[in-house]
């Protein structure tokens, strides 16, 4: 039987039982039970039950580790993945993320082993894409999700300022524009009446948030109402100029991008060109490209002229990319 043949089917069965292990969850069975538990001991008047409610509840919360332990080991700091995560708004976790990676690890490498290509040089690209892709999708959702949020964050002020002249609380314009806004504002504000509800200060579940978003428009209104509890005012009037200030900001972030999105457009196609000619040369035949990755002994640090010329290439490549990425790069 081919060797091919035999390492495509260990990579796909491996891939496959990883997939398993990370999205198959509890049995209906299990899950219905324990919600049966958990609503007894909740509505239960001995204090026993209330306090193996209470443990059951956090035992629930917290993340097991058992999911993928071997992979999500690998990830060097965890915190800040599970974070980038949650940002995205997508119940996703750890061990789905890694088995992502390794999925395209494997199926990439096996393709390209098919191919023809050497096996070192298709585990390095298959590690290269299973490192930047699922990184560079991740990075995707979050700026989507973050410009939603930004489009309509004016107007879940502009409530806010509706309903404190109304005379409304503002702990309860907060629900009202968790119930009336759609999308990611909904989903932060509910948050922050959730946090506020279960006894954190205002203060502190708005901050939560703002770390969250890391976005200076949230930020902005934080500091708003931080500033109006300690000193008094207007909140109602500070919240509409503030709306109206992010309206602005808005308008003038359209305005730089589309005076450089020629430039943006340009730097794209002279910056992926080379590459998408070379890997398409070598998918169309590969034996053309052999010297490029064929070592010189007699070179410099081993490597071929051809070798040395593409490094240097990709050197100035890069430097030019950073200069016109800094050129269309403007702070507001």
Same mark, same amino acid.
């Given at each position: 039987m081919d060797g091919n043949f035999i390492l495509i089917t260990v990579l796909v069965a491996t891939m496959l039982g990883m997939a398993i292990i990370a999205f198959a969850g509890p049995s209906p069975e299990k899950a219905r039970k324990r919600r049966v538990a958990m609503i007894r001991g909740r509505h239960s008047d001995s204090a026993e039950a209330l306090l193996e409610a209470r443990m059951r509840k956090a035992i629930s919360n917290r993340s097991t580790g058992a999911e993928a332990k071997m992979? *999500?080991?690998?990830?060097?700091?965890?915190?800040?993945?599970?974070?980038?995560?949650?940002?995205?708004?997508?119940?996703?976790?750890?061990?789905?993320?890694?088995?992502?990676?390794? @999925?395209?690890?494997?199926?990439?490498?096996?393709?390209?082993?098919?191919?023809?290509?050497?096996?070192?040089?298709?585990?390095?690209?298959?590690?290269?894409?299973?490192?930047?892709?699922?990184?560079?999708? *991740?990075?995707?959702?979050?700026?989507?999700?973050i410009n939603r949020f930004n489009a309509k964050f004016p107007d879940a002020l502009e409530l806010l300022t509706r309903g404190l002249r109304s005379g409304l609380p503002i702990a309860e314009t907060l629900g009202i524009v968790s119930s009336?806004?759609?999308?990611? *504002? @909904?989903?932060?504000?509910?948050?922050?009446?959730?946090?506020?509800?279960?006894?954190?200060?205002?203060?502190?579940?708005?901050?939560?948030?703002?770390?969250r978003l890391g976005?200076?428009?949230?930020?902005?209104?934080?500091?708003?109402?931080?500033?109006?509890?300690?000193?008094?005012?207007?909140?109602?009037?500070?919240?509409s100029n503030l709306a109206t200030v992010l309206r602005q900001r808005a308008q003038m972030k359209l305005k730089i991008r589309a005076m450089s999105s020629e430039s943006k457009a340009s730097a794209y196609i002279i910056g992926c060109l080379p590459f998408l000619v070379f890997f398409m040369i070598c998918y169309i035949n590969f034996n053309y490209m052999s010297p490029f990755f064929t070592p010189d002994p007699a070179g410099i640090f081993g490597l071929s002229l051809m070798q040395v010329i593409g490094i240097g290439g990709m050197c100035w490549m890069a430097i030019g990319a950073f200069i016109m990425a800094q050129m269309v790069n403007f702070e507001i």
């Open positions: 992979l *999500v080991s690998l990830i060097p700091n965890p915190e800040n993945l599970t974070k980038r995560i949650r940002m995205t708004g997508k119940k996703w976790t750890l061990s789905q993320y890694m088995t992502a990676s390794a @999925g395209i690890f494997l199926v990439l490498s096996a393709f390209l082993m098919v191919r023809g290509f050497p096996f070192l040089m298709a585990v390095m690209v298959g590690m290269a894409a299973a490192l930047f892709l699922p990184h560079w999708w *991740v990075s995707r959702l979050i700026k989507q999700r009336e806004i759609p999308g990611p *504002v @909904g989903e932060e504000f509910k948050l922050i009446t959730e946090r506020i509800k279960i006894g954190k200060t205002m203060e502190q579940a708005l901050q939560e948030t703002a770390d976005t200076p428009e949230f930020q902005f209104f934080v500091i708003t109402l931080a500033i109006q509890r300690e000193t008094g005012g207007n909140l109602a009037e500070t919240l």
